[in-house]
T-cell receptor, first 110, second 115 residues
């Protein structure tokens, strides 16, 4: 039973355009959400987070949107750059538990 | 300010041997998490520890796997009598606070290969 789902295993986006990565969750008890980026043979790197009391958080080229009623969050990257090519994991947490999605592989095309 | 340290980075074991993976959290962090990533799969939570206590081990296999986070020293993930299916990348993360509101910072991982 996947509590955090990233339904797109991969996504290709032209350099300079907007990349939108999506994540759905099922547990309404989750109150903190995070996005991580991972390059091959490295550990995940924290990108951006959002608390359930907010619906948007922005940090430079990265913006996370949270729609609590739909139990959906998304990560927007604009403009997309070649170095953004990586696997992106969303994660949701509550109390003593954190659950990661299976990841979406983002390819930035030249 | 060093990040999360893991060693060794690569570990090769034969079936039946023991594997010990070490994780030193970021300075000031008392919460440690272990994850496993199988090839072409996402991060699977294994265990969450907070200094000398196991808080949640719901992701740990019931046999052969154990974890500790002593008062002094690194956190250890121990796998006894390894089998080929244990081959994976094992990541450790640490945080200043618990999962709710606490951002986890990951180490570079230990890649375990069982021959």
């Amino acid at each position: 039973d996947q509590q955090v789902k990233q339904n797109s295993p991969s996504l290709s986006v032209q350099e300079g355009r907007i990349s939108i990565l999506n994540c759905d969750y099922t547990n309404s008890m989750f109150d903190y959400f995070l996005w991580y980026k991972k390059y091959p043979a490295e550990g995940p790197t924290f990108l951006i987070s959002i608390s359930s009391i907010k619906d948007k958080n922005e940090d430079g080229r990265f913006t996370v949107f949270l729609n609590k009623s739909a139990k959906h969050l998304s990560l927007h990257i604009v403009p997309s750059q070649p170095g953004d090519s990586a696997v992106y994991f969303c994660a949701a947490s509550a109390l003593d538990k954190i659950i990661f999605g299976k990841g979406t592989r983002l390819h930035i095309l030249p | 300010n060093a990040g999360v340290m893991q060693n060794p980075r690569h570990l090769v074991r034969r079936r039946g041997q023991e594997a010990r993976l070490r994780c030193s959290p970021m300075k000031g962090h008392s919460h440690v998490y272990w994850y496993r990533q199988l090839p072409e799969e996402g991060l699977k939570f294994m265990v969450y520890l907070q200094k000398e206590n196991i808080i949640d081990e719901s992701g740990m296999p019931k046999e052969r796997f154990s974890a500790e986070f002593p008062k002094e020293g690194p956190s250890i993930l121990r796998i006894q009598q390894v089998v080929r299916g244990d081959s994976a990348a094992y990541f450790c993360a640490s945080s200043h606070r618990g999962p709710s509101g606490g951002t986890q910072y990951f180490g570079p991982g230990t890649r375990l290969t069982v021959l």
